[in-house]
C-alpha cells in the first residue's frame, strides 16, 4: 500500500532529463502559478459558488398581519451582503432600511413605527459571496389589502382651466335653457312681443360664447395644457375632435337658429325656428356627458333629451312671464293659462327622465352622500324642492289669482317667479359641477376596469390580464397560444412583475391552469400603481421555455 | 528590470488567468468553445443544489447537430440515455451517415449534497452542420431532493449574453473547423 503511494514521487525524482536553466525557471514560475490558480479555484467553490436563496421570511409573502411588525426577517440559505433594502408603503413613498442591516445569514431590521394600514412591499437586493447579486420582494398588509380609492376630480386640468369649463359650462347652460327655451316660450306660448326679449337674446349670446370657448377648453383639457389666457389652435382642434366640443358646435347652431327666430316677423317661420333649436339642444346633450355614455343607450339618451328638452321650456318661460306680468301686458293671463296648462305635460316625462338618469348613475343610495356626485345631486335636489314648493304655489294659489285679475297678484306672481329665476340659476351653477365629478356608475366601472396586455414572440404569445387593474388585491389571468395562434400546451407558466421605477424586485409568482385552459394566478396584490414590467415564463417541454416581456399599467 | 521579469510580470499573467477562469454560480461547462466537425469533451460542472436541497439527479439535452454521444459513467449513479431521430441527417468522420442517437443524457440516483461539487461528463461530436462563430447550448434539467426542479433552459438571445438571465443553460463557443 505504501510503496504504491510512494512510487510516483520516485518516478519524478528519478526523470532522466531534468530541465536546466531558464526553462527550469519558467516550469517553476508556471506550476507556482497554476497551483495559485488551483488554490484560488479551489477556495471560491463550495458554498462560494452558491446562488444565495431567500429560505423564510417574516412577514411571508402575502401574508395580512394583525398589527404592524416590528422587525423585518429575511433568511438566506447562506451569507449575504445587502444592497439594498426597503419598505414602500401604499402611497408608493419608500423608507429605506439598508442602514440597519447587516451582512449574513439573516437579514433582520427593524420595521419603521409609522406603518399605517394598507398594503406594504419589502423590496431587497442581495450580492452572495460568488458576487451574484439576487432580488425580490415580498409583499404584505397590514390590516387588510389596499383599496386605493380613485381620485375623484383630480383628473381634470389645473384650477384657471376648472374654473373657465365650469363659467362655460354654466353659460352654456344660460344659453339654451334661459335664451332657446325663452325664444320657444315666444314663439309658442305668448305672441311674439318685446316683453323679456333683451334678456332672451343676451342670454343667446352668451350661451353662443361659452359654446366657442368650451370647445377651446375641451381641447386644453384633453391635452392637459394650462389655461394661460390664450388657447393654442391645436387645443382648438382636440376640442372640435371631443364629444363636448362636438356637442358645443350643436348648441352653438341651435343658439343662432334660436337668435334668428327672435328677429323673424311671420308666426310660422319663428316657431319653425325655436321648434329646431329646442330639439337642437336634446339632441346636443344626449352626445357628450357621462349620462349618454351609460347603458342602456337608448334609455339614457332618451331620458337626457326629454329631460334637456323639458328643463328648456320651464327655465326658458320664465324669463318672458316674468317681463309680461311686471310691465302688466295684457297679453299675460292668456301667456299664463297656456303655459300652466303645457307645463303638466312637460313636468312629467322632465321628472321621469331625471329619476331614471338619477337611479342608473348613483346606483346605490350611499353614493348619494359617499361620492362628489352623489352630493352634487343631494344640493339639486334641496335646490329643486324648493323650485318645486315655489312652483306649486304659483301653479294652484297665484296662477288662479291672475287669471281672475285679483288686485297685486301679478306683481306677487313676478316676485315669486324672480326667486324662481334665482333658484333656477343656483341649480344650473350647482349641476355645471357635475363635469368634474364622475358619477358613481362610471367610478364603479372604471375601478373594475382590468388592465390587459398582449404579447406577441415568435414562438408563443400570452394575454395577461389583471383584474381589477388597479393597486390592491388582483386576480391574474394569463392565456397562451402558439406564435402561429395554435393551441400551446405548458407544463409550467410564471408569472414575474418588477417596477423597476418603484425598485420592487420581482414578484414571481406560479401559475395554475384552470379549467378553462388559462392559467390563473390567485391572492395577487399588486402593491402600488405604475408602469410593471411583465415576464411570462412559459415551460413547453422539460428543456424548452419561452420567456415573454412587456409593460402593464396598473393604475391607483 | 529583473525584479519585473521575474516576480511581476508572471503575477501579473497569474492574476490575469485567474480573473479570467469562469467564476459562476450556474450549471456551466468547463470548456467554453470549441472546433465544429471535431469532438468535444463536455463537463457539466454542478456547483450547487436547487435553493439548498441535494442534486440527485442530471439531465442533459443535445443539441441538434450534435452526435457520437458518449457520457462517462459516474460511480453511485445511474446512467441512461434517450435515443431518437435526428431532425436531420450528419455524417461522422466522413464515414457514414448518422439521423439517429442519443437526444437526451441522464444521470439518476445519486447525492450531491448542495455543499459539495462535482462535474458530469460526456464525450460528443459536433458536426460541421454546426455554424462556427455561432454558440452552443446544452439544456440541463437538475433535479433535487424533495421534488425540486431548477432549470437551466434559457437560450440567451442573439444579443445578449448569458449574464442576463437568470439560469441560462450551459453554453460554448463554436470556432471554424481546425
Same mark, same amino acid.
Given at each position: 500500500?505504501?510503496?504504491?503511494?510512494?512510487?510516483?514521487?520516485?518516478?519524478?525524482?528519478?526523470?532522466?532529463?531534468?530541465?536546466? @536553466?531558464?526553462?527550469?525557471?519558467?516550469?517553476?514560475?508556471?506550476?507556482?502559478?497554476?497551483?495559485?490558480?488551483?488554490?484560488?479555484?479551489?477556495?471560491?467553490?463550495?458554498?462560494?459558488?452558491?446562488?444565495?436563496?431567500?429560505?423564510?421570511?417574516?412577514?411571508?409573502?402575502?401574508?395580512?398581519?394583525?398589527?404592524?411588525?416590528?422587525?423585518?426577517?429575511?433568511?438566506?440559505?447562506?451569507?449575504?451582503?445587502?444592497?439594498?433594502?426597503?419598505?414602500?408603503?401604499?402611497?408608493?413613498?419608500?423608507?429605506?432600511?439598508?442602514?440597519?442591516?447587516?451582512?449574513?445569514?439573516?437579514?433582520?431590521?427593524?420595521?419603521?413605527?409609522?406603518?399605517?394600514?394598507?398594503?406594504?412591499?419589502?423590496?431587497?437586493?442581495?450580492?452572495?459571496?460568488?458576487?451574484?447579486?439576487?432580488?425580490?420582494?415580498?409583499?404584505?398588509?397590514?390590516? %387588510?389589502?389596499?383599496?386605493?380609492?380613485?381620485?375623484? %376630480?383630480?383628473?381634470?386640468?389645473?384650477?384657471?382651466?376648472?374654473?373657465?369649463? !365650469?363659467?362655460t359650462k354654466l353659460g352654456l347652460f344660460i344659453g339654451m335653457f334661459v335664451g332657446i327655451g325663452g325664444a320657444f316660450y315666444r314663439a309658442w306660448i305668448s305672441r311674439p312681443e318685446r316683453h323679456g326679449l333683451r334678456v332672451i337674446a343676451g342670454a343667446i349670446i352668451l350661451g353662443f360664447v361659452a359654446a366657442l370657448?368650451? *370647445?377651446?377648453?375641451?381641447?386644453?383639457?384633453?391635452?392637459?395644457?394650462?389655461?394661460?389666457?390664450?388657447? #393654442?389652435?391645436?387645443?382648438?382642434?382636440?376640442?372640435?375632435?371631443?364629444?363636448?366640443?362636438?356637442?358645443a358646435?350643436v348648441v352653438a347652431a341651435a343658439l343662432i337658429a334660436a337668435f334668428i327666430s327672435l328677429g323673424t316677423p311671420r308666426v310660422s317661420a319663428c316657431r319653425a325656428l325655436s321648434l329646431v333649436a329646442l330639439l337642437a339642444i336634446g339632441?346636443a346633450l344626449?352626445?357628450?356627458?357621462?349620462?349618454?355614455?351609460?347603458?342602456?343607450?337608448?334609455?339614457?339618451?332618451?331620458?337626457?333629451?326629454?329631460?334637456s328638452v323639458g328643463i328648456a321650456f320651464w327655465t326658458g318661460a320664465l324669463t318672458p312671464l316674468f317681463a309680461q306680468l311686471v310691465a302688466e301686458s295684457p297679453d299675460a %293671463?292668456m301667456s299664463l293659462?297656456r303655459f300652466?296648462?303645457a307645463i303638466?305635460?312637460v313636468?312629467?316625462?322632465?321628472? %321621469?327622465?331625471?329619476?331614471?338618469?338619477?337611479?342608473?348613475?348613483?346606483?346605490?343610495?350611499?353614493?348619494?352622500?359617499?361620492?362628489?356626485?352623489?352630493?352634487?345631486?343631494? *344640493?339639486?335636489?334641496?335646490?329643486?324642492?324648493?323650485v318645486?314648493?315655489?312652483?306649486?304655489?304659483n301653479?294652484?294659489?297665484?296662477?288662479?289669482?291672475?287669471?281672475?285679475?285679483?288686485?297685486?297678484?301679478?306683481?306677487?306672481l313676478a316676485?315669486?317667479i324672480a326667486v324662481e329665476m334665482v333658484l333656477v340659476l343656483a341649480v344650473l351653477s350647482?349641476?355645471? &359641477? !357635475?363635469?368634474?365629478?364622475?358619477?358613481?356608475?362610471? &367610478?364603479?366601472?372604471?375601478?373594475?376596469?382590468? /388592465?390587459?396586455?398582449? =404579447? #406577441?414572440?415568435?414562438?408563443?404569445?400570452?394575454?395577461?390580464?389583471?383584474?381589477?387593474?388597479? /393597486?390592491?388585491?388582483?386576480?391574474?389571468?394569463?392565456? =397562451?397560444?402558439?406564435?402561429?395562434?395554435?393551441?400551446?400546451?405548458?407544463?409550467?407558466?410564471?408569472?414575474?412583475?418588477?417596477?423597476?421605477?418603484? @425598485? =420592487?424586485?420581482?414578484?414571481?409568482?406560479?401559475?395554475?391552469?384552470?379549467?378553462?385552459?388559462?392559467?390563473?394566478?390567485?391572492?395577487?396584490?399588486?402593491?402600488? /400603481?405604475?408602469?410593471?414590467?411583465?415576464?411570462?415564463?412559459?415551460?413547453?417541454?422539460?428543456?424548452?421555455?419561452?420567456?415573454?416581456?412587456?409593460?402593464?399599467?396598473?393604475?391607483? | 528590470?529583473?525584479?519585473?521579469?521575474?516576480?511581476?510580470?508572471?503575477?501579473?499573467?497569474?492574476?490575469?488567468?485567474?480573473?479570467?477562469?469562469?467564476?459562476?454560480?450556474?450549471?456551466?461547462?468547463?470548456?467554453?468553445?470549441?472546433?465544429?466537425?471535431?469532438?468535444?469533451?463536455?463537463?457539466?460542472?454542478?456547483?450547487?443544489?436547487?435553493?439548498?436541497?441535494?442534486?440527485?439527479?442530471?439531465?442533459?439535452?443535445?443539441?441538434?447537430?450534435?452526435?457520437?454521444?458518449? $457520457?462517462? $459513467?459516474?460511480?453511485?449513479?445511474?446512467?441512461?440515455?434517450?435515443?431518437?431521430?435526428?431532425?436531420?441527417?450528419?455524417?461522422?468522420?466522413?464515414?457514414?451517415?448518422?439521423?439517429?442517437?442519443?437526444?437526451?443524457?441522464?444521470?439518476?440516483?445519486?447525492?450531491?449534497?448542495?455543499?459539495?461539487?462535482?462535474?458530469?461528463?460526456?464525450?460528443?461530436?459536433?458536426?460541421?452542420?454546426?455554424?462556427?462563430?455561432?454558440?452552443?447550448?446544452?439544456?440541463?434539467?437538475?433535479?433535487?431532493?424533495?421534488?425540486?426542479?431548477?432549470?437551466?433552459?434559457?437560450?440567451?438571445?442573439?444579443?445578449?449574453?448569458?449574464?442576463?438571465?437568470?439560469?441560462?443553460? $450551459?453554453?460554448?463557443?463554436?470556432?471554424?473547423?481546425?
Amino acid at each position: 500500500m505504501i510503496r504504491g503511494h510512494l512510487q510516483p514521487v520516485a518516478v519524478v525524482d528519478t526523470a532522466p532529463a531534468a530541465p536546466s @536553466g531558464p526553462a527550469r525557471r519558467w516550469l517553476a514560475r508556471a506550476v507556482a502559478c497554476l497551483g495559485i490558480m488551483l488554490a484560488m479555484a479551489l477556495a471560491s467553490m463550495g458554498p462560494a459558488l452558491a446562488h444565495a436563496s431567500l429560505v423564510r421570511t417574516d412577514p411571508g409573502d402575502g401574508e395580512v398581519t394583525g398589527t404592524a411588525p416590528a422587525r423585518f426577517v429575511l433568511t438566506f440559505n447562506e451569507s449575504v451582503t445587502p444592497l439594498v433594502l426597503r419598505v414602500i408603503r401604499p402611497d408608493g413613498t419608500a423608507f429605506d432600511l439598508l442602514r440597519q442591516a447587516r451582512q449574513g445569514r439573516a437579514i433582520d431590521v427593524e420595521a419603521p413605527k409609522d406603518l399605517g394600514i394598507g398594503t406594504h412591499v419589502l423590496s431587497w437586493r442581495v450580492v452572495s459571496e460568488d458576487g451574484h447579486p439576487v432580488s425580490g420582494a415580498i409583499v404584505f398588509s397590514i390590516g %387588510a389589502p389596499s383599496v386605493n380609492t380613485m381620485r375623484t %376630480a383630480g383628473d381634470v386640468g389645473d384650477g384657471p382651466v376648472r374654473f373657465a369649463i !365650469w363659467a362655460t359650462k354654466l353659460g352654456l347652460f344660460i344659453g339654451m335653457f334661459v335664451g332657446i327655451g325663452g325664444a320657444f316660450y315666444r314663439a309658442w306660448i305668448s305672441r311674439p312681443e318685446r316683453h323679456g326679449l333683451r334678456v332672451i337674446a343676451g342670454a343667446i349670446i352668451l350661451g353662443f360664447v361659452a359654446a366657442l370657448f368650451s *370647445i377651446g377648453l375641451q381641447g386644453l383639457d384633453a391635452l392637459g395644457l394650462p389655461f394661460s389666457g390664450r388657447i #393654442h389652435r391645436m387645443a382648438w382642434a382636440a376640442g372640435v375632435d371631443s364629444s363636448q366640443g362636438r356637442t358645443a358646435i350643436v348648441v352653438a347652431a341651435a343658439l343662432i337658429a334660436a337668435f334668428i327666430s327672435l328677429g323673424t316677423p311671420r308666426v310660422s317661420a319663428c316657431r319653425a325656428l325655436s321648434l329646431v333649436a329646442l330639439l337642437a339642444i336634446g339632441a346636443a346633450l344626449t352626445m357628450s356627458g357621462h349620462a349618454s355614455t351609460a347603458h342602456p343607450q337608448w334609455l339614457m339618451r332618451s331620458a337626457v333629451f326629454l329631460h334637456s328638452v323639458g328643463i328648456a321650456f320651464w327655465t326658458g318661460a320664465l324669463t318672458p312671464l316674468f317681463a309680461q306680468l311686471v310691465a302688466e301686458s295684457p297679453d299675460a %293671463a292668456m301667456s299664463l293659462r297656456r303655459f300652466s296648462r303645457a307645463i303638466l305635460f312637460v313636468l312629467v316625462p322632465l321628472v %321621469a327622465a331625471g329619476i331614471v338618469l338619477a337611479v342608473v348613475q348613483v346606483q346605490h343610495a350611499s353614493a348619494l352622500w359617499t361620492t362628489d356626485y352623489g352630493r352634487v345631486l343631494l *344640493i339639486k335636489l334641496g335646490l329643486l324642492a324648493a323650485v318645486a314648493g315655489l312652483a306649486a304655489y304659483n301653479r294652484w294659489r297665484l296662477t288662479p289669482q291672475v287669471e281672475h285679475a285679483t288686485p297685486g297678484a301679478a306683481r306677487r306672481l313676478a316676485r315669486v317667479i324672480a326667486v324662481e329665476m334665482v333658484l333656477v340659476l343656483a341649480v344650473l351653477s350647482v349641476v355645471a &359641477l !357635475w363635469r368634474f365629478t364622475p358619477p358613481p356608475r362610471a &367610478l364603479a366601472a372604471a375601478a373594475s376596469e382590468p /388592465a390587459y396586455v398582449h =404579447i #406577441h414572440g415568435p414562438k408563443a404569445m400570452a394575454d395577461l390580464t389583471i383584474t381589477p387593474g388597479r /393597486a390592491g388585491p388582483v386576480e391574474a389571468v394569463i392565456t =397562451i397560444a402558439a406564435g402561429d395562434f395554435g393551441p400551446l400546451k405548458a407544463k409550467e407558466v410564471t408569472l414575474i412583475l418588477t417596477d423597476p421605477v418603484a @425598485g =420592487i424586485g420581482p414578484l414571481r409568482r406560479p401559475a395554475r391552469r384552470s379549467d378553462d385552459g388559462s392559467w390563473r394566478v390567485e391572492g395577487l396584490v399588486m402593491p402600488i /400603481a405604475g408602469h410593471w414590467s411583465v415576464r411570462i415564463v412559459i415551460l413547453i417541454s422539460d428543456f424548452e421555455q419561452v420567456t415573454l416581456e412587456d409593460t402593464i399599467g396598473i393604475r391607483p | 528590470m529583473s525584479v519585473y521579469r521575474r516576480i511581476i510580470a508572471p503575477l501579473g499573467a497569474c492574476a490575469l488567468s485567474i480573473l479570467a477562469l469562469p467564476v459562476s454560480a450556474h450549471v456551466s461547462l468547463e470548456t467554453r468553445e470549441a472546433a465544429v466537425a471535431g469532438s468535444y469533451k463536455a463537463v457539466f460542472r454542478v456547483p450547487h443544489g436547487c435553493k439548498g436541497a441535494a442534486t440527485i439527479g442530471l439531465r442533459v439535452k443535445i443539441p441538434e447537430g450534435v452526435i457520437g454521444v458518449k $457520457p462517462m $459513467p459516474k460511480p453511485g449513479w445511474t446512467l441512461a440515455t434517450v435515443k431518437g431521430k435526428y431532425a436531420g441527417s450528419y455524417s461522422y468522420y466522413h464515414r457514414s451517415t448518422v439521423s439517429e442517437g442519443v437526444t437526451e443524457v441522464a444521470w439518476s440516483g445519486g447525492a450531491l449534497p448542495d455543499d459539495f461539487y462535482d462535474e458530469f461528463v460526456m464525450q460528443v461530436y459536433l458536426t460541421d452542420s454546426l455554424k462556427p462563430g455561432t454558440m452552443l447550448y446544452f439544456p440541463v434539467v437538475q433535479e433535487c431532493a424533495g421534488g425540486a426542479v431548477d432549470r437551466w433552459i434559457e437560450i440567451p438571445a442573439e444579443d445578449r449574453k448569458a449574464d442576463d438571465y437568470e439560469a441560462p443553460a $450551459p453554453g460554448l463557443k463554436l470556432l471554424p473547423r481546425k
